[in-house]
């Protein structure tokens, strides 16, 4: 018997094992497709406090994230950057009053600041955003926060939980849970999605931790559990890096919609996000809606001079926020993202809400409450000052690589056994051969879309791309795994089917 058993392989679910596996416990992660497929892979990408929060009054939230910011850029700095971004100024109180707002944000950071925050001339401004929209232009204020990659940054937590012990698994779908005689959640019943056996567990505390999901793993336990999730829509589109040449991005604290938009720069593209639109239940494969996309349009069309069109969008996603229901749940741009513990009569524990940059800190929160429910030895958390796997600070020598870390020399030692893995997969796209040899034998990529979408990230910043890239990973997976032709004619069939979803 295990101490935990954990369902979710996102940023969340991930996350506790870590903290549970580095205390000494033992610990099962289940995930029913494969880690971050849900929306831990579909984030702004940007590790930050949130300004919004701080406009809301949730200063406590604000000071957590900073906190959290700083520990993240600490324990995994290959993957944890500082970004610059400017909130331009088209009316004459508004540099003033966000240049408060921000030296605030700055000040509440403390120790763990990215950097000073400014106010900018007219000139400044366009020197760091030359594409910026020049009518009525009047200057602007630049502060500082974080910009990370999602899923490679869950990946690497997935070899963190393992080198301390956890056991992880993907592609094993939670299908009930088990009791003892006392009624109390003791263990699951999954399916191997690739295999199709039944597999079996048991633990001394069972962990939901199925984000915008968790309803229907408590319905699990209590088919009469009132939902808790009011899930929430965001839609992104990446487009080439000529909309946002610099290094430097734009934050628009308000929008028609009432929520931030972001326009940043992300490996050599430009990403422009994001939405909150209410949705009636979660998909694992969520889409923009059309109003989705024409709003971000145009809404971008307003501050970059270089107006997109749909014909500029290279992809285009969607992520469910698993917001907590409050009132009547009408805007989920007004409900908070704090995290939320609930226990069930039955002892099943769901930790759900919250946000990216908070993960470290939910974990925490999570394993206390989950050791004094099962009345496990108390040990203490000691994620603070945990490396993430392949941390590395100067990583400026590893070009496209750098993303790997440590691991990356791994990979270019790879490239010198077979030259062949050195070959481009695309000429758009900076990936290469022994990426996805090394997906497949050190990272758990099972699929075409696990190399293409989460441990490469090639169908996020150029989808028609990744459908050209599909069928040389698939042969090259095929090696790796001994699967025949048909294998891969199947996996390339699949990947399309999802990457159209990507394409506008």
């Known amino acids: 018997m295990r101490d935990f058993i954990v369902i979710g392989g996102g940023a969340t679910g991930v996350g506790v094992a870590v903290d549970a596996a580095s205390r000494g416990y033992r610990v099962l992660l289940l995930e029913q497709d494969d880690f971050g497929k849900g929306t831990s892979s579909r984030s702004t990408k940007l590790v930050h406090g949130g300004v919004r929060y701080l406009e809301q009054g949730n200063i406590s939230l604000v000071m957590e994230a900073l906190k959290e910011r700083g520990l993240l850029r600490q324990n995994a700095p290959h993957l944890v950057s500082d970004l610059a971004f400017v909130v331009p100024s088209y009316a004459w109180w508004e540099?003033?009053?966000?240049?408060?707002?921000?030296?605030?944000?700055?000040?509440?950071?403390?120790k763990y600041g990215f950097g000073k925050s400014q106010l900018l001339s007219k000139k400044q401004t366009l020197q760091h955003l030359p594409n910026i929209e020049t009518e009525g232009l009047r200057g602007g204020v630049m502060y500082y926060d974080g910009q990370f990659d999602d899923t490679r940054l869950l990946i690497n937590m997935v070899a963190t939980a393992a080198e301390q012990g956890a056991t992880l698994l993907n592609y094993a779908k939670v299908t009930s849970l088990t009791r003892n005689k006392q009624g109390w959640v003791d263990g699951v019943v999954a399916t191997d999605l690739e295999s199709g056996k039944t597999l079996r567990a048991k633990a001394k505390v069972v962990t939901n931790a199925t984000g915008a999901f968790c309803d229907s793993v408590r319905q699990f336990a209590e088919p009469q559990a009132k939902p808790m999730i009011a899930p929430s829509q965001g839609a992104?589109?990446?487009?080439?890096?000529?909309?946002?040449?610099?290094?430097?991005?734009?934050?628009?604290?308000?929008?028609?919609?009432?929520?931030?938009?972001?326009?940043?720069?992300?490996?050599?593209?430009?990403?422009?996000?994001?939405?909150?639109?209410?949705?009636?239940?979660?998909?694992?494969?969520?889409?923009?809606?059309?109003?989705?996309?024409?709003?971000?349009?145009?809404?971008?069309?307003?501050?970059?001079?270089?107006?997109?069109?749909?014909?500029?969008?290279?992809?285009?996603?969607?992520?469910?926020?698993?917001?907590?229901?409050?009132?009547?749940?009408?805007?989920?741009?007004?409900?908070?993202?704090?995290?939320?513990?609930?226990?069930?009569?039955?002892?099943?524990?769901?930790?759900?809400?919250?946000?990216?940059?908070?993960?470290?800190?939910?974990a925490e929160d999570c394993v206390n409450q989950a050791a004094t429910l099962a009345h496990l030895d108390e040990k203490p958390c000691v994620t603070r000052d945990l490396p993430i796997h392949g941390s590395l600070r100067k990583t400026a020598r590893l070009g496209s690589l750098a993303v790997y870390g440590a691991d990356a020399t791994k990979i270019q030692r790879l490239i010198e056994t077979d030259r062949a893995l050195a070959a481009p997969l695309h000429p758009a796209l900076p990936y290469c051969g022994a990426e996805v040899v090394w997906a497949v034998r050190e990272e758990m990529a099972r699929t075409v879309e696990d190399v293409l979408a989460r441990r490469t990230r090639a169908l996020f910043l150029n989808a028609r791309a990744a459908i050209e890239m599909a069928p040389r990973v698939a042969e090259l997976m095929a090696r790796e795994l001994k699967c025949d032709l048909a294998w891969q004619q199947r996996e390339v069939a699949r990947f399309e089917d999802v990457a159209n979803g990507y394409c506008v």
Not at 95 to 110: D, E, R, T, V
């Open 236 to 362: 992104h589109l990446v487009f080439d890096r000529s909309f946002l040449p610099g290094d430097t991005a734009i934050m628009v604290p308000h929008t028609s919609d009432g929520r931030v938009m972001f326009a940043i720069p992300w490996h050599g593209h430009t990403l422009v996000g994001t939405t909150d639109t209410p949705i009636q239940k979660p998909s694992l494969e969520p889409v923009p809606m059309e109003q989705e996309i024409e709003f971000i349009l145009s809404t971008a069309a307003l501050y970059l001079h270089k107006k997109p069109t749909r014909a500029d969008i290279l992809s285009a996603f969607a992520g469910i926020r698993p917001l907590v229901k409050s009132g009547d749940g009408a805007n989920t741009a007004a409900l908070s993202r704090d995290h939320t513990i609930h226990i069930d009569q039955s002892g099943l524990l769901t930790i759900t809400g919250g946000k990216w940059t908070t993960y470290r800190n939910m």
């Open 95 to 110: 540099a003033p009053f966000y240049g408060i707002g921000l030296k605030l944000y700055q000040a509440l950071s403390g």
